[in-house]
């Protein structure tokens, strides 16, 4: 229950509850707990920024062209570019 607030909030401390749930839980209970709350966490991040913050976003893209033009590519090839974010060390996980 504590976890997908701090988890979909840019919280730095998540790595915490992260190794918390291992200790409190066991490694296979704490596995699957911290797997199905960051699930909870994603479907609530993604609402909020279907929902509520869908009207900011296109406000942005539409006075930024690289904003813009950023969008387009993703709306193209998403799955790719996500999958290649992913795999970047470059860019944090929670990005």
Same mark, same amino acid.
């Given at each position: 229950?504590?976890?997908?607030?701090?988890?979909?909030?840019?919280?730095?401390?998540?790595?915490?509850?992260?190794?918390?749930?291992?200790?409190?839980?066991?490694?296979?209970?704490?596995?699957?707990?911290?797997?199905?709350?960051? *699930? &909870?966490?994603?479907?609530?991040?993604?609402?909020?920024?279907?929902?509520? $913050?869908?009207?900011?976003?296109?406000?942005? %893209?539409?006075?930024?062209?690289?904003?813009?033009?950023?969008?387009? *590519? &993703?709306?193209?090839?998403?799955?790719?570019?996500?999958?290649?974010?992913? $795999?970047?060390?470059?860019?944090?996980?929670? %990005?």
């Amino acid at each position: 229950p504590f976890y997908p607030p701090p988890k979909t909030l840019p919280i730095p401390a998540v790595p915490i509850l992260t190794a918390s749930s291992g200790y409190l839980f066991g490694t296979s209970s704490g596995t699957a707990t911290c797997l199905f709350s960051a *699930a &909870i966490a994603a479907s609530i991040s993604f609402s909020i920024g279907r929902t509520v $913050l869908r009207g900011y976003v296109e406000q942005v %893209l539409e006075d930024n062209p690289k904003f813009a033009s950023l969008d387009r *590519a &993703i709306e193209k090839e998403g799955f790719k570019l996500m999958l290649l974010l992913r $795999l970047s060390p470059l860019f944090p996980f929670a %990005l």
